[in-house]
């Protein structure tokens, strides 16, 4: 992600010194993927009620083109759908490869992810866990990084956006708004280990 290049240089050459992290950027398209995830069918893909279901859910056009994305030819999805065979492990996978992408736009264009992280404009708490330094030399360690707590209003119509279009730059842009809130040193959290949205 190239992303705000002032500050992500502040960091210097970020892991030159055994510091383990990533972009916040990256951390935030983690965890809305986390987020997307835990709406899931809660039956594995592995089992036949998960496989049912995934197969329900991409009954459509949109879904029968997300399968034939992932490599599923109409003369299998037939068979598999009129029970005259199961699909293998390696079938099963583009199966769900094709649920979770159909899942993610579903959510997008319904606007429930946004109005589920907008909180009806209270927004969310988002947890900052700092970079681990446990391999970095003591005196190179950067000093007073903890895990913060802030409530993020206002970012998740453009937060959204930004994960629909997979744009990292602004992902990147995104997270710079909201590590500018914390205090004089918000630079030490361009890299982070993860955050967490309580969504």
Same mark, same amino acid.
């Given at each position: 992600?190239? @992303?705000?290049?002032?500050?992500? +240089? ?10 383990? @992290? ?7 398209? /983690? ?10 069918? =809660?039956?594995?893909? &592995?089992?036949?009620? +998960?496989? #049912? ?8 056009? =949109? +879904? ?6 992932? @490599? *599923? ?27 979770? /992408? ?12 946004? #109005? ?16 681990? /330094? &446990?391999? *970095? ?13 802030? &409530?993020? #209003? !206002? ?24 590590? &500018? ?7 030490? !959290? ?8 309580? =969504?």
């Amino acid at each position: 992600m190239a @992303g705000s290049s002032e500050l992500w +240089g502040r960091w210097g050459d970020f892991g030159k010194y055994n510091a383990r @992290g990533i972009k916040g950027g990256e951390a935030l398209i /983690q965890e809305l993927n986390r987020i997307v995830h835990s709406s899931q069918i =809660a039956s594995p893909v &592995t089992s036949d009620r +998960g496989l #049912r279901a995934r197969l329900r859910y991409l009954d459509s056009e =949109a +879904g029968r083109e997300a399968l034939a994305q992932q @490599g *599923v030819k109409p003369r299998a999805l037939k068979s598999w759908t009129e029970g005259e065979r199961l699909p293998n492990n390696k079938s099963r996978e583009r199966i769900d490869n094709a649920y979770w /992408q159909r899942r993610r736009a579903n959510l997008i264009r319904s606007g429930w992810l946004k #109005r589920h992280l907008d909180n009806n404009g209270a927004g969310r708490r988002m947890e900052i866990y700092p970079v681990d /330094q &446990t391999q *970095v030399d003591e005196k190179r360690r950067r000093p007073g990084l903890s895990q913060r707590s802030i &409530t993020v #209003r !206002y970012i998740w119509n453009d937060l959204v956006d930004a994960y629909a279009n997979k744009d990292d730059d602004l992902m990147d842009e995104i997270w710079d708004d909201v590590i &500018t809130d914390l205090d004089s040193d918000y630079a030490a !959290y361009a890299y982070v280990a993860s955050v967490g949205i309580g =969504a």
